[in-house]
């Protein structure tokens, strides 16, 4: 029994040739296909020894299909076009989807962006979608791979994996921490920068000033500003003293935008960072961020510990 699969033409003389009929120009099918004229030709000829029967009439500075040559031409084309339709969808089917993270706007602004280039250069074929809200989102509902969520222990599914917990001090800027940082109520001679947020009331300057025994305290002065990475950047800028949340702002005290007061042993939350799984069986993508996100976590806390002591 005869193997047709050997008898068929040479298919990548079938495509110079497609290629060829549909321009009914050898130089415009060669930059079509990145080829050089002279190999388009070659494909041409070798097909037609193939074949034993010529396909194009070569006029001067112009060709024409002969009876065989729009035969194959009809046959031929579509035939590409499907397989080409084919391997589209195929490769499509194959790339990997958007991994998709919501963080509140702080978390997003100061924890994830900062670092997400990183993960980039790692895996350059990984696409991440951001979804900044400080709603609780429903994951499955929205299409969220991933959410680094805000809460207590007992308000998270279970699966979830605790970042990191809350320690909260004061920080400034070096001119304004040289100042504000000699004793305990040199801050009160300084703008305050707060958070207007009554649901993070451990973000409030009214109750660390309780919690250090100035309940009466007055301060020079409030700045409020309704967005915690608004804060942040207020106390990089010298415009007062925040209350930093260091697990987040910890680029910022490493490389000197921020210095903390002396940690007195207040500012602990039983809140803490959570990350969330959409699914208990991630995509491979999804796993990948997941265990940077992780492997990043890690290595901040060791960082934060090696600082421990600038910060006691």
Known sequence: MSNKLLTLPPLDAIRGFVAVARR?????????????????????????????????????????????????????SPWLDRLSEYGESIQQRSRLRAVTITASISVTSLWILPRLGAFQDAHPNIDVRVSANNRRLNLKQESIDLAICYAREGSVPAGAVRLFGEKVLPMASKKVAARAFQTPTALLDEILLEFDESARPWLRWSDWL????????????????????????????????????????????????LVAMADNGFGESDYAYWLIDESPSPRREVQEFRNWIINEVQRGVLELKEMGALLS
């Open 24 to 76: 009914m120009s050898i130089t415009l099918a060669a930059k079509d296909l990145c080829l050089t004229q002279s190999a388009v030709s070659r494909q041409i000829q070798n097909l037609e020894e193939h074949l034993g029967a010529p396909l194009l009439i070569r006029k001067h500075r112009a060709i024409a299909l002969t009876a065989d040559g729009e035969q194959l031409l009809r046959l031929a």
């Open 210 to 257: 309780t919690a250090i025994g100035l309940p009466s305290a007055k301060p020079k002065a409030y700045l409020h500003l309704n967005q915690y990475d608004q804060v942040i950047q207020a106390a990089i800028e010298g415009h007062g003293v925040a209350l930093g949340r260091v697990a987040l702002v910890f680029p910022m005290l490493k490389d000197g935008r």
